[in-house]
């Protein structure tokens, strides 16, 4: 389905003038109940997870959550891992905290609740994943991937070998991280080896590096972001193009899965359905007069494709309050998600061990 007819069935969520209302396709809640799963997306700009779930075929409900500037999402069987400003915190899904939350019952089926926060500082971490029972992270400013431990704010592991030093300088705006077994493949900006030398050329400096070999495998990418490995193919958005792509890593090359004229960031799958963030861009951005006249006028939002054709399959577009994605994951088997913040009080009440859960009371 064309972009222009999905707008032409968009179903309204809610009056404007309530905060995250949003307009989505027929198809948006009833591919989410066909898939038995929460969308999940953070946005900065906003200061909010928020999990997006069908309450039937035909209808969605939002929970936002508010975090000190989230960016990178990592998901991984139960346990779920959030980037903000200055740390890390893993989260524990504890679905028997449900029953006694608020000493009533609830509708949710997932409890997501805070298991250790890591104070990192601000290193401007992006993407960030579990990985061999660590916590791999971009650390952007830093340059270079980390591990996130207690011992340190961040443990370098990796940088670019175009970047002599890993100093505080955000040099060549290194951003995505996808891991295939023990292999990393990353996504840069540039090569620059100065700060901030990335603004320069945005539009045509993006390199996808094997980290491992330092080999660029692609160059002059339009910001590329979020790769991703899914059924061992590799896929990339790039930003600027408007494009989300499978990388080809042997023969150097790629092939364009999808147009969505859109500042394209963050994606994820399930089945063969790709989920795209869609940002909205500023126009005291640097960026905005750079992007396609249909780039600037997009709203953001979320958009799906079938990735055995390129087809737009459904899209929801978000009327206020939400204006940049950063990451987007699902839950697969979960309807009806809640996360605890570590900075409530709610969180500091709540007990669990060995599947056993309680409440605390206030004294």
Not at 17 to 40: A, D, N, R
Not at 144 to 159: G, M, N, R
Not at 270 to 287: D, N, Q, T, V
Request: with cysteine; net charge positive; aromatic share 10%.
């Amino acid at each position: 389905m064309h972009l222009f007819l999905l707008h032409l069935y968009l179903a309204r969520m809610s009056q404007p003038s309530t905060p995250f209302s949003c307009t989505y396709t027929p198809s948006f809640p009833q591919l989410l109940s066909k898939l038995g799963c929460t969308l999940i997306i953070t946005t900065y700009q906003a200061g909010k997870v928020i999990f997006i779930s069908p309450t039937s075929t035909d209808k969605l409900i939002q929970l936002p959550r508010t975090f000190n500037r989230p960016m990178g999402l990592s998901v991984y069987k139960n346990k779920m891992a959030l980037a903000t400003r200055t740390s890390v915190t893993t989260f524990i899904n504890e679905p028997s905290l449900n029953l006694n939350y608020h000493k009533t019952p609830t509708p949710y089926d997932a409890m997501f609740s805070p298991r250790a926060t890591y104070y990192t500082g601000p290193l401007d971490l992006h993407d960030i994943h579990f990985h061999n029972r660590h916590l791999l992270a971009v650390a952007t400013a830093f340059n270079c991937i980390c591990k996130i431990t207690p011992e340190e704010s961040f443990t370098p592991v990796w940088k670019p070998g175009f970047v002599s030093a890993i100093v505080a300088e955000d040099r060549c705006h290194l951003n995505g991280l996808a891991i295939l077994n023990d292999d990393w493949v990353v996504t840069a900006f540039n090569q620059g080896n100065t700060p901030r030398s990335w603004r320069s050329d945005i539009l045509h400096s993006g390199v996808l590096i094997h980290a491992k070999s330092q080999e660029i495998i692609l160059n002059h990418l339009a910001i590329p972001h979020s790769p991703r490995v899914y059924q061992d193919k590799l896929y990339l958005l790039l930003s600027g193009q408007g494009a989300m792509v499978e990388v080809d890593i042997q023969k150097k090359s790629y092939k364009v899965i999808a147009k969505v004229p859109a500042f394209i960031r963050g994606l994820c799958f399930l089945s063969h359905y790709a989920f795209i963030g869609i940002s909205k861009l500023r126009k005291s951005s640097s960026l905005f007069d750079k992007l396609s006249v249909e780039a600037q006028q997009r709203q953001a939002g979320i958009i799906v494709i079938d990735t055995n054709n390129g087809n737009i399959e459904a899209e929801l577009c978000y009327q206020n309050s939400v204006e940049e994605i950063y990451d987007v994951q699902l839950l697969p088997g979960i309807l009806r998600p809640n996360i605890l913040s570590p900075d409530k009080l709610e969180h500091q009440l709540a007990i669990v061990s060995q599947g056993h859960s309680w409440w605390a009371s206030v004294e």
